[in-house]
């Protein structure tokens, strides 16, 4: 099986193919007037916390300060409540003066593009994508997409993940496998 990755440049738009034995499998199109901030990592520095809001703004380099709310904050070890859970899982914070100060460094995730006057929305639940894995640095445990039904691939799926997970150092963090995983694994 050949791969090929074609690329076409022009002045307002640039798009990118995968080939595989001759057949498309993914196109990728970027417009200069339409460059979305979604999912972009950053190292910001918090310039403001607002306790009665429940929020910090983030310095990430763009025009305006990103807002980060208390519920997008992925909690430190040292506090009694799970590290790695999703957002829905953690309990409410009573005060995000008691996760972020002025002055801190952070790694953020931008989760919506900036819009008027309002600065992009951003998460410290940081979500690496890829055609058949999805990444989670501060995660936990093994997912298997819901699209994938038949429950023997979901667990072979699962066990497999799990050897490579448990594999070596570096491997920490909590994982998804991708719907397309499921054809790509055989």
């Known amino acids: 099986m050949s791969i090929e990755i074609l690329v076409n440049v022009a002045p307002r738009e ?3 193919a995968i080939l595989e034995s001759g057949v498309v499998q993914e196109v990728q199109i970027e417009r200069t007037s339409r460059r979305g901030l979604v999912s972009n990592l950053y190292k910001g520095r918090v310039s403001r916390v607002l306790p009665g809001m429940q929020a910090a703004f983030v310095e990430i380099g763009l025009e305006r300060t990103a807002f ?6 992925a909690q430190s070890a040292s ?6 859970s999703a957002p829905a899982q953690l309990p ?29 929305r951003l998460t410290t639940f940081i979500a690496l994508p890829s055609r058949y894995l999805v990444y989670m640095p501060r995660g936990e445990g093994i997912g298997v997409s819901a699209r994938i039904e038949d429950e023997p691939e979901r667990a072979r799926l699962k066990m497999l993940l ?3 997970s448990t594999a070596g150092p570096g491997a920490d963090g909590g994982y998804i496998v991708r719907t397309c995983s499921h054809s790509f694994a055989r």
């Open 92 to 120: 409410p914070v009573e005060d995000i003066r008691r996760l972020v100060n002025c002055g801190d460094d952070i790694l953020v995730q931008v989760i919506k593009d900036p819009i008027g006057t309002k600065g992009a």
């Open 79 to 84: 506090t009694d409540t799970l590290v790695n």
């Open 68 to 73: 980060l709310h208390a519920a997008d904050i």
């Open 14 to 16: 640039t798009r990118a």
């Open 162 to 164: 799990t050897k490579l």
